[in-house]
């Protein structure tokens, strides 16, 4: 049976800004299935991280709606927004964000703090392993290179058993090898876990890895079949 975890329905968004409106997506509905991975590619200001942020709940559609396991987004105030991304979505962006004033350990766990889950150390360190760097979870970011800390921006993404994990354009910032490697291991602890990866990129080398490929263009989202 194939779940549809992410349901956008007719979605529009237009931006206002002064007297302009600007239309980034017009009556759009597209369906992602659990278990997949799309990879969403579009030219710079086509739309790609502002779909992100309607799947997310970050920002709302100006029509339609967006039905994220089961939740319908547009009903939900703000702060149950908020608690909704917190639980079902891990998000990992091109430049880490992690926080400069936390070690690598304390970074993983924070996921779970904002949940008020347990603290899972143990299940912390055996992901930083299987990310290679087990013995760095008492470092401060600013000590690993650009391919560690997205290694740790993983494994802060994934501490909390999402079911949606966003990356925006998340090897923007690494070298094509360093890139390669991220995205086969992200690859391979998602299809572990029958995750959901929705990842915006502008490397079509990098979309290859997707079961699908979508393309952000005339305020739609087009299938790339091919
Ligand atoms: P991409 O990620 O594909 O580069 P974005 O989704 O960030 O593009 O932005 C799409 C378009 O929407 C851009 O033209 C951008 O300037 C505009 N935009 C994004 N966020 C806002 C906002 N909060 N207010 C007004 N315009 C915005
Ligand atoms: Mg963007």
Request: aromatic share 4%; hydrophobic share 40%; glycine share 6%.
């Amino acid at each position: 049976m194939t779940s549809e975890i992410i349901q956008l329905k007719n979605i529009s968004k237009v931006y206002h800004e002064g007297g302009d409106q600007h239309a980034i997506f017009n009556q759009l509905s597209v369906n992602f299935i659990q278990g997949q991975t799309s990879a969403i590619i579009g030219r710079s200001g086509s739309g790609k991280s502002t779909l992100l942020n309607l799947i997310s709940g970050i920002d709302l559609p100006t029509s339609g709606e967006v039905i994220v396991n089961g939740n319908r987004m547009t009903r939900l105030d703000e702060s149950n927004r908020t608690k909704l991304r917190r639980k079902e979505i891990g998000f990992i962006f091109q430049a880490f964000n992690l926080i400069p004033t936390l070690t690598v350990l304390e970074n993983i766990l924070l996921p779970l703090e904002l949940n008020h889950y347990d603290k899972k150390t143990d299940e912390a360190i055996e992901l930083l392993n299987q990310v290679g760097l087990a013995n760095r979870y008492n470092s401060f970011p600013d000590r690993l290179s650009g391919g560690e800390q997205q290694r740790i921006a993983i494994v802060r993404a994934l501490i909390h058993e999402p079911k949606i994990v966003l990356a925006d354009e998340p090897t923007g910032n690494l070298d094509t090898k360093t890139a390669e490697t991220i995205l086969q291991l992200l690859e391979e602890l998602i299809c572990d876990k029958n995750l959901t990866l929705i990842l915006v990129t502008h490397s079509m080398e990098m979309a290859q890895l997707a079961d699908l490929i979508y393309e952000v263009r005339d305020n739609q989202l087009m299938l790339n079949s091919g």
